[in-house]
C-alpha cells in the first residue's frame, strides 16, 4: 500500500511539472504558402523576466453630444466595459522577444490584432522575424484573466491564446534588442508628441512595418501561446 501512494505520488509529480511548464509555452507554426515550407517555433517564456503576461487597458469609443455648459457641442469619450485593448510582450527562455497587441472583448470568444502594431516575434536562437498585422486572436471560455469590473490597467496574470495571422517571415537576422513602444503619427517614424497610435519599435525611432524586402516572404502564423505569471495577483 505504502509502495503504490509513492508510485501514485510520483506520477504526480511528473505530470504536475509537465502541466507547469506547458503553462509558459508558444507552440506557433510559421506556414509559407509558396514553397510551401514549415518553420516551427515552440520555446518557453522565460518568467524572471517576464513579469506579466500583459497589460489590459479599457478601450474607449468616441461620441457626440449636446454639452452641458453654454450649450455648445462637444466629443466626450466613454468607456465600453466589456472591450480592452491588450499589449502583450514575452521574453522566451532561449531569448526571443513576442510582441503582441489585439482587441479583447469579453462578450466574445475572439479578436483581431491591432492593425498597426500586430505581432512581431524576433531575435534570440531564432535569429529571423516574424511580423503581422492582420489576423484573429482566440481566447475561449476563460482563456485570459481580465477583470471586466476593473475600468483601469491592469495586469494580466494568465492567458491560453490560439492565434492565426497573415504576416512576414524574413530570414534576415534580427536584432536580439528588446522590443518596446513609441507613439507615431504615420506609422513609420516614433515622434515624442503625445498620440493614440503606437507601434513596435527596436531603436525607439523608427517603427517595425511589414517587411517588403526581397527575402521576405508571406506567411501564415498559428498556433497557440500560453502565458502563467506567478508573481501577478488575479485581479
Known sequence: MFRSIVILLVFSSVFAACGLKNENNAALSILDDSTPALYPFNAEVDTSVTTSCGQASPATTSTTGTGTTGGTTGTTS????????????????????????????????????????????????FGK????????????????????????AQQISFFNLEI??????????????ILRQCNTTDGVNCTSAVTTTQCFTADSKTCLVQDTSSDAKPVIISGTIKCNAPNIVPQ
Open 78 to 125: 466613454t468607456t465600453n466595459n466589456t472591450r480592452f485593448t491588450v499589449i502583450s510582450q514575452l521574453i522566451f527562455k532561449t531569448k526571443e522577444t513576442l510582441n503582441l497587441r489585439f482587441t479583447y472583448d469579453s462578450t466574445q470568444t475572439q479578436g483581431t490584432v491591432d492593425p498597426q502594431q500586430g505581432f512581431v516575434l524576433a531575435g534570440g536562437l
Open 129 to 152: 522575424t516574424v511580423q503581422g498585422t492582420q489576423g484573429v486572436v482566440k481566447w475561449f471560455n476563460q482563456g485570459i484573466n481580465i477583470d471586466t469590473a476593473l475600468q483601469s
Open 164 to 177: 492565426k495571422l497573415n504576416g512576414t517571415y524574413s530570414s534576415t537576422s534580427a536584432s536580439t534588442t
